[in-house]
């Protein structure tokens, strides 16, 4: 089984910052990407950014300049550095990893969600 803790959300004003992070436990035996995801009330939940092992990233034009994606050095630790945040910003953000277990080549796994305010 596979464990997914995420912190970092909170309450912030426009144009502040904050940094999220995930980090994965559990019977891993190689990560193959790890992202962000985000669900506002009445929306859809979409892609923020993601990062596979290699190093490529991807992120949504919404954020694109504002946020940075990366790993730990441990490769089981994601982090989302988000400039410049705006009232649309806010939303429940998602840590979601595709890893290799004993059993499965792109096993996927989300985390519980972390609240994101963006309001003065």
């Known amino acids: 089984q596979v464990q997914l803790v995420e912190s970092g959300g909170g309450l912030v004003q426009p144009g502040g910052s904050l940094r999220l992070s995930c980090v994965a436990s559990g019977s891993i035996l190689g990560v193959n990407a790890m992202g962000w995801y985000r669900q506002a009330p009445g929306k859809q939940r979409e892609l923020v950014a993601d990062i596979i092992t290699g190093g490529r990233t991807n992120y949504a034009d919404s954020v694109k300049g504002r946020f940075t994606i990366s790993m730990g050095n441990a490769k089981r630790t994601v982090y989302l550095q988000m400039n410049n945040l705006k009232p649309e910003d806010t939303a429940v953000y998602y840590c979601?990893?595709?890893?290799?277990?004993?059993?499965?080549?792109?096993?996927?796994?989300w985390g519980q969600g972390t609240q994101v305010t963006v309001s003065s």
């Open positions: 979601n990893v595709l890893v290799r277990t004993a059993t499965m080549i792109n096993a996927d796994y």
